[in-house]
Nanobody, 124 residues
Framework: QVQLVESGGGLVQAGGSLRLSCAAS????????MAWFRQAPGKEREFVAA????????YYAGSVKGRFTISRDNAQNTVYLQMNSLKPEDTAVYYC?????????????????WGQGTQVTVSS
């Protein structure tokens, strides 16, 4: 079993920055892919970024590439999402997810564990 707990959301003005954290516990993570998704009201959950727990290779959605950075701290079992140059369209609940199988995916059903989500609101 894996537990994921997100933190770091909040209200920020357009152009500002936030850093989200996802603390993972319960199992070893060496073979996991960790990802961030987001879901705005009335919209489907969408992929934001992913990282291999070992090796650190990263992937980004086109809408956030160059503004968001995903990283991990193996010693702390924590994954981060640094979000810069935030836009009102980034407003959503952000979820951390873990995938047990090899290979990353942009599809939410491919992920096995989810956190409870943290709200990010960007005002214009």
């Amino acid at each position: 079993q894996v537990q994921l707990v997100e933190s770091g959301g909040g209200l920020v003005q357009a152009g500002g920055s936030l850093r989200l954290s996802c603390a993972a516990s319960g199992r070893t993570f060496s073979s996991y892919v960790m990802a961030w998704f987001r879901q705005a009201p009335g919209k489907e959950r969408e992929f934001v970024a992913a990282i291999y727990w070992s090796g650190g290779t990263t992937y980004y959605a086109g809408s956030v590439k160059g503004r968001f950075t995903i990283s991990r701290d193996n010693a702390q079992n924590t994954v981060y999402l640094q979000m810069n140059s935030l836009k009102p369209e980034d407003t959503a609940v952000y979820y951390c997810a873990a995938r047990l199988e090899a290979g990353w995916s942009i599809r939410a059903p491919r992920y096995d564990y989810w956190g409870q989500g943290t709200q990010v609101t960007v005002s214009s």
